[in-house]
Protein backbone atom coordinates (compact mmCIF):
# COMPACT_ATOMS: atom_id res chain seq x y z
CA UNK A 1 0.00 0.00 0.00
CA UNK A 2 1.09 3.89 -0.82
CA UNK A 3 2.20 5.28 2.78
CA UNK A 4 0.16 8.43 2.02
CA UNK A 5 -2.43 6.94 0.22
CA UNK A 6 -5.75 9.24 0.55
CA UNK A 7 -3.36 12.57 2.34
CA UNK A 8 -3.86 16.02 1.47
CA UNK A 9 -0.33 17.80 1.21
CA UNK A 10 0.58 21.01 0.63
CA UNK A 11 4.00 22.62 -0.14
CA UNK A 12 5.95 25.63 -0.37
CA UNK A 13 8.26 26.65 -2.40
CA UNK A 14 7.57 23.64 -4.69
CA UNK A 15 8.19 24.71 -8.02
CA UNK A 16 11.68 23.50 -8.30
CA UNK A 17 14.51 22.14 -5.76
CA UNK A 18 13.77 20.11 -2.45
CA UNK A 19 10.20 21.09 -2.38
CA UNK A 20 9.37 20.19 -6.40
CA UNK A 21 10.73 16.89 -5.54
CA UNK A 22 9.22 16.23 -2.22
CA UNK A 23 5.88 17.33 -3.51
CA UNK A 24 6.74 14.38 -6.64
CA UNK A 25 7.87 11.91 -4.04
CA UNK A 26 4.64 12.25 -1.82
CA UNK A 27 2.24 12.25 -4.85
CA UNK A 28 4.01 8.84 -5.91
CA UNK A 29 3.01 7.66 -1.89
CA UNK A 30 -0.52 8.42 -3.19
CA UNK A 31 -0.83 11.68 -1.37
CA UNK A 32 -3.23 14.69 -3.34
CA UNK A 33 -0.66 17.24 -3.40
CA UNK A 34 -0.54 21.22 -3.64
CA UNK A 35 2.13 22.85 -4.11
CA UNK A 36 3.42 27.11 -3.94
CA UNK A 37 5.62 29.04 -5.50
CA UNK A 38 6.41 32.97 -5.80
CA UNK A 39 7.71 32.60 -9.61
CA UNK A 40 4.38 32.23 -11.53
CA UNK A 41 6.74 30.64 -14.55
CA UNK A 42 7.68 27.91 -12.05
CA UNK A 43 4.06 26.95 -11.54
CA UNK A 44 3.01 27.58 -15.05
CA UNK A 45 5.45 24.99 -16.19
CA UNK A 46 4.48 22.65 -13.86
CA UNK A 47 0.88 22.90 -14.38
CA UNK A 48 1.34 22.15 -17.83
CA UNK A 49 4.05 19.51 -16.81
CA UNK A 50 2.60 17.63 -13.78
CA UNK A 51 -1.20 16.58 -14.25
CA UNK A 52 -1.39 15.00 -10.37
CA UNK A 53 0.20 18.42 -8.83
CA UNK A 54 -1.54 21.41 -8.11
CA UNK A 55 0.34 24.74 -8.86
CA UNK A 56 -0.51 27.71 -6.97
CA UNK A 57 1.05 31.35 -7.16
CA UNK A 58 2.04 32.41 -3.18
CA UNK A 59 4.51 34.98 -1.49
CA UNK A 60 4.00 32.77 1.92
CA UNK A 61 5.90 35.59 3.37
CA UNK A 62 2.71 37.67 2.33
CA UNK A 63 -0.49 37.54 4.90
CA UNK A 64 -2.21 38.07 2.38
CA UNK A 65 -1.17 35.51 -0.23
CA UNK A 66 -1.35 33.11 2.69
CA UNK A 67 -4.69 33.24 3.37
CA UNK A 68 -5.52 33.27 -0.37
CA UNK A 69 -3.50 30.29 -0.65
CA UNK A 70 -5.21 28.09 2.26
CA UNK A 71 -8.75 29.35 1.44
CA UNK A 72 -7.59 27.92 -2.51
CA UNK A 73 -6.45 24.52 -1.27
CA UNK A 74 -8.82 23.87 1.28
CA UNK A 75 -11.77 24.72 -0.98
CA UNK A 76 -11.27 21.95 -2.87
CA UNK A 77 -10.00 19.64 0.11
CA UNK A 78 -13.95 19.82 1.41
CA UNK A 79 -11.53 21.79 4.74
CA UNK A 80 -9.14 18.70 5.56
CA UNK A 81 -5.20 19.26 5.03
CA UNK A 82 -2.94 16.48 6.64
CA UNK A 83 0.58 16.90 5.48
CA UNK A 84 2.36 21.06 5.78
CA UNK A 85 5.89 20.89 4.52
CA UNK A 86 6.83 24.42 4.66
CA UNK A 87 9.82 24.52 2.43
CA UNK A 88 10.37 27.75 0.95
CA UNK A 89 13.29 29.36 1.63
CA UNK A 90 15.65 31.97 0.26
CA UNK A 91 19.68 31.84 0.84
CA UNK A 92 19.97 35.40 1.60
CA UNK A 93 22.43 37.97 1.72
CA UNK A 94 26.05 36.83 2.00
CA UNK A 95 29.33 38.88 3.97
CA UNK A 96 30.46 40.41 7.35
CA UNK A 97 27.33 41.45 9.53
CA UNK A 98 28.32 45.14 9.54
CA UNK A 99 27.91 45.46 5.73
CA UNK A 100 24.96 43.70 5.63
CA UNK A 101 21.57 45.82 5.00
CA UNK A 102 18.36 45.38 7.28
CA UNK A 103 16.41 44.53 4.72
CA UNK A 104 17.97 41.71 3.66
CA UNK A 105 17.85 40.63 7.00
CA UNK A 106 14.09 41.26 6.95
CA UNK A 107 13.54 39.52 4.06
CA UNK A 108 15.68 36.35 5.16
CA UNK A 109 13.75 36.02 8.00
CA UNK A 110 10.62 36.86 6.10
CA UNK A 111 11.07 33.93 4.11
CA UNK A 112 12.63 31.47 5.57
CA UNK A 113 10.99 32.17 9.34
CA UNK A 114 7.83 33.87 9.22
CA UNK A 115 6.67 32.27 6.51
CA UNK A 116 6.17 28.64 8.42
CA UNK A 117 4.22 31.07 11.17
CA UNK A 118 2.18 32.41 8.96
CA UNK A 119 1.41 29.12 7.35
CA UNK A 120 0.86 27.05 10.45
CA UNK A 121 -1.37 29.50 11.45
CA UNK A 122 -3.87 28.34 9.06
CA UNK A 123 -3.28 24.80 9.17
CA UNK A 124 -3.45 24.38 12.21
CA UNK A 125 -7.42 24.90 12.95
CA UNK A 126 -7.99 22.45 10.48
CA UNK A 127 -5.56 19.65 12.25
CA UNK A 128 -6.61 20.49 15.39
CA UNK A 129 -10.14 19.77 14.07
CA UNK A 130 -9.04 16.76 12.52
CA UNK A 131 -7.33 15.79 15.22
CA UNK A 132 -4.64 14.52 12.94
CA UNK A 133 -1.83 16.12 10.81
CA UNK A 134 2.03 16.57 10.23
CA UNK A 135 3.88 18.98 9.94
CA UNK A 136 7.51 19.74 8.10
CA UNK A 137 9.62 22.91 8.50
CA UNK A 138 12.81 22.95 6.28
CA UNK A 139 16.00 23.77 8.60
CA UNK A 140 19.46 22.90 7.40
CA UNK A 141 22.45 22.09 9.27
CA UNK A 142 23.17 26.12 9.11
CA UNK A 143 20.44 25.71 12.13
CA UNK A 144 23.02 23.72 14.13
CA UNK A 145 25.97 25.26 13.52
CA UNK A 146 27.65 28.85 13.48
CA UNK A 147 27.91 30.12 9.41
CA UNK A 148 29.93 33.16 9.56
CA UNK A 149 29.19 35.05 6.44
CA UNK A 150 25.71 33.69 6.52
CA UNK A 151 24.13 35.52 9.71
CA UNK A 152 20.69 36.07 8.32
CA UNK A 153 20.33 32.79 7.16
CA UNK A 154 21.60 30.54 10.21
CA UNK A 155 19.34 32.89 12.11
CA UNK A 156 16.36 32.10 10.60
CA UNK A 157 17.31 28.13 10.52
CA UNK A 158 17.77 28.12 14.39
CA UNK A 159 14.32 30.00 14.62
CA UNK A 160 12.75 27.10 12.54
CA UNK A 161 14.10 24.67 14.79
CA UNK A 162 12.83 26.88 18.04
CA UNK A 163 9.25 26.68 16.08
CA UNK A 164 9.34 23.21 15.76
CA UNK A 165 10.45 22.04 19.20
CA UNK A 166 7.72 24.43 20.92
CA UNK A 167 5.01 23.95 18.27
CA UNK A 168 5.54 20.08 18.78
CA UNK A 169 4.66 20.63 22.94
CA UNK A 170 1.94 22.76 21.64
CA UNK A 171 -0.26 20.65 19.47
CA UNK A 172 1.09 17.18 20.27
CA UNK A 173 -2.49 16.34 22.24
CA UNK A 174 -3.97 17.23 18.80
CA UNK A 175 -2.49 14.33 17.18
CA UNK A 176 -0.45 16.66 15.71
CA UNK A 177 3.67 15.99 14.85
CA UNK A 178 5.22 18.78 13.96
CA UNK A 179 9.21 17.92 12.78
CA UNK A 180 11.87 19.93 11.29
CA UNK A 181 14.40 18.49 8.78
CA UNK A 182 17.96 19.64 8.41
CA UNK A 183 19.75 19.20 4.74
CA UNK A 184 22.98 19.86 4.17
CA UNK A 185 24.69 21.33 1.17
CA UNK A 186 22.26 20.00 -1.36
CA UNK A 187 23.59 19.21 -4.98
CA UNK A 188 21.62 21.88 -7.58
CA UNK A 189 21.78 24.94 -8.42
CA UNK A 190 20.67 26.96 -5.67
CA UNK A 191 24.05 25.49 -3.95
CA UNK A 192 26.06 26.14 -6.81
CA UNK A 193 24.73 29.98 -6.27
CA UNK A 194 25.76 29.97 -2.50
CA UNK A 195 28.72 28.48 -3.63
CA UNK A 196 29.63 30.98 -6.23
CA UNK A 197 28.34 33.69 -4.12
CA UNK A 198 30.80 32.39 -0.80
CA UNK A 199 33.42 32.77 -3.38
CA UNK A 200 33.50 36.04 -4.30
CA UNK A 201 32.83 37.55 -0.95
CA UNK A 202 36.16 35.85 0.14
CA UNK A 203 37.56 36.35 -2.93
CA UNK A 204 38.70 32.99 -3.97
CA UNK A 205 37.91 30.51 -6.47
CA UNK A 206 34.88 28.51 -5.91
CA UNK A 207 36.30 24.85 -6.33
CA UNK A 208 38.03 25.98 -2.99
CA UNK A 209 35.00 26.88 -1.29
CA UNK A 210 33.03 23.45 -2.75
CA UNK A 211 36.58 21.29 -1.71
CA UNK A 212 35.75 23.13 1.97
CA UNK A 213 31.88 21.96 2.39
CA UNK A 214 32.99 18.57 1.02
CA UNK A 215 36.32 18.29 3.83
CA UNK A 216 33.70 18.99 6.70
CA UNK A 217 31.33 16.36 5.98
CA UNK A 218 32.14 12.98 7.26
CA UNK A 219 30.63 11.22 3.76
CA UNK A 220 32.71 13.70 1.80
CA UNK A 221 29.91 14.46 -0.29
CA UNK A 222 26.97 16.32 -0.71
CA UNK A 223 23.03 14.94 -0.33
CA UNK A 224 20.47 15.04 -3.07
CA UNK A 225 16.95 16.64 -3.22
CA UNK A 226 16.04 13.02 -2.88
CA UNK A 227 17.42 12.01 0.14
CA UNK A 228 15.29 14.98 1.88
CA UNK A 229 11.84 13.98 0.09
CA UNK A 230 12.46 10.55 1.78
CA UNK A 231 13.18 11.70 5.40
CA UNK A 232 10.03 14.06 4.78
CA UNK A 233 7.89 11.15 3.52
CA UNK A 234 9.05 8.97 6.38
CA UNK A 235 7.87 10.99 8.90
CA UNK A 236 5.02 12.22 7.40
CA UNK A 237 3.85 8.22 7.03
CA UNK A 238 2.78 6.15 9.70
CA UNK A 239 6.55 4.83 9.86
CA UNK A 240 6.85 7.83 11.66
CA UNK A 241 4.15 8.26 13.79
CA UNK A 242 5.50 8.37 17.08
CA UNK A 243 8.24 10.95 15.87
CA UNK A 244 7.51 14.45 16.75
CA UNK A 245 9.70 17.57 18.00
CA UNK A 246 12.82 16.52 16.41
CA UNK A 247 15.23 18.36 14.22
CA UNK A 248 16.37 15.82 11.92
CA UNK A 249 19.97 16.02 10.21
CA UNK A 250 20.31 14.82 6.16
CA UNK A 251 23.65 15.44 5.99
CA UNK A 252 26.32 12.87 5.87
CA UNK A 253 27.15 14.32 9.22
CA UNK A 254 28.56 17.58 8.59
CA UNK A 255 30.58 18.17 11.87
CA UNK A 256 30.79 22.93 11.05
CA UNK A 257 30.27 24.92 8.75
CA UNK A 258 33.10 27.13 9.65
CA UNK A 259 34.91 27.83 6.37
CA UNK A 260 36.48 31.32 6.71
CA UNK A 261 39.98 30.49 7.00
Known amino acids: MKKLQGKTA ?45 GIVADVGSENDVQNLFESVLNETDGTLDILVNNAGISGPNGPLETLQLQAWLDTLRINLISAFLCCRHALPVMKGQRSGSI ?24 IIGLTKSLAMEVGGYGIRVNAICPGPVSGARMDRVIDDEAET ?3 DSSKVREQFTSQISLKCFVEAEDIAQMALFVCSEQGARISGQALSVDGHTESLSLID
Open 202 to 204: RGI
Open 136 to 159: VNLSSTAGTHGYPLRTPYASAKWG
Open 10 to 54: LVTGGGSGIGYTIAHTFEAAGATVWVCDADTGRIDQLNERDRNIR
